[in-house]
């Protein structure tokens, strides 16, 4: 048994190197800004007046519908056929040309948004830098460690390590935000007004499009046909 005790001493510091690499609500704010302003730098911003009218109105109410009146939010609308949006700690959200398409009516883009404030009300910005951070952090304290026991390089242990952490706690975790992310969003566009079955609709479309996911459990996201069905049930639970 005295074979794994280095093994065990090493999985102690890197899982202590995990848990001591947290940010505060300061820092994931200026992160927040930074990475808002190389959004800005890098993408082209819409300048259809319809389009950005648009996802201010359906940003307004949902931003009310959660509570967040009362913090200042910038809302942007990128001029890019990608089908994405996202918001930030900061109290930014982007959204682009794409995703506005595709959610064609403004029931869907609540939506849309209400999933992305989601996120950032649960602190699932933080709780992923935090999880990224100390893994990064705990594989080089691992493979430090060990590559001096003779298990093998520490570079190939610091791989192994990251990819275990990668597979069985940062792709779960990101799919449980995901699912939370969701839910969260249908409260807010009820309280704002919109029909939540929107959102079923909306990734029913995801679903319609089709593509190669790869393994399920290799995706940060959850099955566009298997939210749809979630979105649904949590509807009707909740008599919405």
């Not at 959660?66 to 939010?73: D, S, T």
């Not at 056929?81 to 930014?92: I, K, T």
């Not at 999880?131 to 952090?137: H, I, L, N, S």
């Not at 566009?189 to 029909?195: E, H, K, L, Q």
Request: proline letters at 4%; one cysteine or more; glycine letters at 12%.
């Amino acid at each position: 048994m005295t074979a794994f005790r280095p093994l065990r001493a090493a999985l102690a510091l890197g899982c202590a190197a995990i848990l001591s690499a947290c940010a505060t609500s300061a820092q994931m704010s200026q992160m927040s800004n930074q990475a808002w302003n190389q959004v800005l730098s890098e993408e082209p911003v819409s300048n259809d007046p319809a389009l950005d009218q648009r996802a201010q109105r359906v940003a307004s109410r949902i931003i009310s519908g959660a509570g967040l009146q009362n913090q200042n939010w910038q809302v942007v609308v990128f001029d890019s056929d990608e089908q994405n949006a996202f918001a930030l700690p900061g109290g930014q959200i982007g959204v682009y040309r794409g995703m506005m398409n595709l959610a064609n009516t403004d029931d869907q883009l609540a939506a849309v948004i209400g999933h992305e404030v989601g996120h950032v009300v649960a602190g699932h910005a933080m709780e992923r830098y935090n999880q990224q951070m100390g893994t990064a952090v705990g594989a080089q304290v691992v493979g430090a460690a060990l590559g001096g026991q003779g298990f093998g390089s520490a570079e190939q242990i610091s791989q192994v390590f990251g990819l275990g952490a990668q597979v069985g706690i940062l792709l779960p975790y990101s799919r449980g935000n995901e699912s939370e992310a969701d839910l969260l969003g249908i409260d807010y566009m009820v309280r704002a007004g919109y029909d939540p079955r929107a959102a079923v609709t909306l990734w029913e479309k995801m679903a319609a499009q089709g593509g190669s996911r790869g393994p399920a459990f290799l995706s940060t996201h959850p099955d566009p046909r298997a939210r749809a069905q979630e979105i649904e049930g949590y509807i009707a639970q909740r008599g919405y």
